[in-house]
């Protein structure tokens, strides 16, 4: 268990991979604290895009916690998924990016005071930061945004490592809201569980990957590693 006992606090954490990383965290040993809009009844309720929620919910998870150790951003919205960037509304582009980069620079910022020494913050990104398809304008930037604020947070933020985990299309209810049930339960691609990504982020948080930091996990079956030559 290479997170036991560790003080960890999970925005996102009510659904999909923050609820998967949450039960593995709990699993192996750690103390939780879960950040969502929608809260269970043991978690605190928060607005990744309204600093004085996030600031109030990060108060009471240290509180409740004693500090913290590791700091993972789930929280992330798809935004109109298949709409051309010339039909997309600016109200719609405003919201993608306020929940997934301003959302996660504030996570950051109020929660770095409290990280332990060699504490981890791992954020939530995605292969869209590195490959798109036709109607993800909005999204593929947010998540090149995370790429780009993991790399210099991890220059700035002395004494804690920070890195994203970049999974291609996963098993969630957004998942299957933007693409459909039978998308999924019929694709001729791979497709991971929240779970998978679960383990790529408890790697990235335990001390057993201690030397790597502002590093983007890229997860997607080796799909991006795959030359256009025809051979």
Known sequence: ????????????????????????????GARVVVLDRAPGPDDVRADVTDEGSVA????????????????????????????????????????VIAVNVTGQLLLAKHTYPHLSAGGSIVFLASDSAFVSAPGMVPYCASKGAVVSLTRALAVELTGVRVNCVCPSIVDTPMARGDLGDD???????????????????????????????????LADFGYSARSAFPA
């Open 183 to 217: 998308a999924l339960d019929h694709a001729d691609f791979p497709v991971q569980a929240p779970e998978d990504v679960a383990w790529q982020v408890l790697h990235l948080a335990s001390d057993r990957s201690r030397a790597i930091s502002g590093h983007a996990l």
């Open 1 to 28: 268990m290479v997170v036991a006992g560790k003080r960890v606090l999970i925005t996102g954490g009510a659904s999909g991979i923050g609820a998967a990383c949450a039960a593995l965290f709990r699993a192996e």
């Open 56 to 95: 109030a919910a990060v108060a009471t998870a240290v509180a409740r916690l004693g500090g913290l150790d590791v700091v993972v951003g789930c929280a992330g919205v798809s935004g109109p998924v298949g709409t051309p960037l010339v039909d997309t509304s600016a109200a719609d582009i405003a919201t």
